[in-house]
């Protein structure tokens, strides 16, 4: 193994100063920005994402996003706050994804759909800027509006034609029989649609099916559907959003059919994160939050084709 980085000393001084100009674009809008622990006593029970457990007498893990202690700072009046940390997701190594990355999460009080959208939009215009490159439009796109090019509405296309449609797109048959009806969506999302996004525009896809809310609100003026949105730019996925869920009780229900879906799938079983749902039943305000992959802005800003390009060691150098 070579000792020297992958990214070039340009690279490296560009990270710096978007890195700068982030803390600006908090800054000048006065989001305060706080730091919690990376080492954490939960890991996350979304049967979607693997959480890194670390050795030791009592269960610990690396954070998957800093999301959970965030919120219990909201729930104790800390107001707009942002971060910029270190996460880490035991994911699958690709040209977009390192297993230790840099995010960016900010929570903004009394916020809706469309501002959060439009704010991170924002920023991401505000990096590209900084770089010297010309910063593409926002374009809102709904999650529905999306699959029009495969002729289906995805809230309510049957089971059947979904599976039969994903085979048509490479998904082979055993692993079809698999995947529930989220799962199927999900596939046609990563290998069909979301690499057509944003191709010239920050396009923000927003108010996904309700059975993908994860963390958010359901949009009560749009049943079926949650007030939840990513943004992608050269068919990549940038960032994650919501209009944030304060119910405990929901958020309990939705913790239990992940572990019940972990169960299914044969995956390790993950406890609740109880201070998070302590915090929510002290009361969390009403307000929406943002996970924003630095690193693939960095690519965007730097011209990168890889996110080796933008990191001094990757995950074979560290």
């Excluded at 706080?34 to 890194?52: C, E, K, M, N, Y």
């Excluded at 270190?86 to 009394?110: A, I």
């Excluded at 730019?233 to 919501?242: S, V």
Aim: glycine share 8%.
């Amino acid at each position: 193994m070579s000792w020297r980085p992958t990214a070039a000393p340009a690279a490296l001084a560009l990270r710096a100063r978007l890195l700068g100009a982030t803390r600006a674009f908090f800054g000048e809008r006065a989001v305060l920005e706080v730091t919690t622990p990376i080492v954490v006593r939960h890991g996350v029970t979304d049967p979607q994402l693997a959480s890194f457990a670390l050795a030791g007498e009592l269960p610990r893990y690396l954070q998957t996003s800093p999301e959970y202690a965030m919120k219990r700072l909201l729930a104790t009046g800390s107001g707009d706050i942002f971060q910029v940390c270190q996460v880490f997701r035991d994911d699958e190594r690709s040209r977009l994804h390192n297993p230790e990355f840099t995010m960016v999460e900010w929570y903004r009080l009394g916020f809706d759909l469309r501002q959060i959208m439009e704010e991170t939009a924002g920023l991401v215009a505000h990096l590209l800027n900084v770089a010297g490159r010309t910063p593409p439009p926002l374009q809102p796109l709904s999650y529905r509006e999306a699959f029009e090019p495969l002729g289906i509405d995805p809230l309510t296309v049957d089971e059947a034609a979904l599976r039969a449609l994903a085979r048509d797109h490479g998904l082979a048959s055993p692993a079809a029989r698999e995947l529930d009806r989220d799962g199927l969506l999900d596939f046609l999302m990563a290998v069909v649609i979301g690499p057509t996004l944003g191709k010239g525009t920050l396009c923000a896809l927003h108010h996904y099916p309700a059975s993908q809310a994860a963390l958010a609100r359901h949009d009560p003026d749009m049943p079926g559907t949650a007030l939840r949105f990513e943004l992608y730019a050269e068919g990549i996925e940038l960032a994650n959003g919501y209009v944030e869920l304060a119910d405990a009780g929901e958020q309990r229900r939705r913790f239990e059919a992940d572990r019940s879906a972990r169960a299914r799938l044969g995956r390790a079983d993950v406890l609740p994160d109880s201070a998070l749902l302590d915090a929510l039943e002290a009361g969390l305000p009403d307000c929406a939050g943002v996970a924003l992959g630095f690193d693939r802005v960095m690519m965007l800003a730097a011209g990168a084709g890889s996110i080796d390009e933008v990191l001094a060691f990757p995950w074979e150098k560290a």
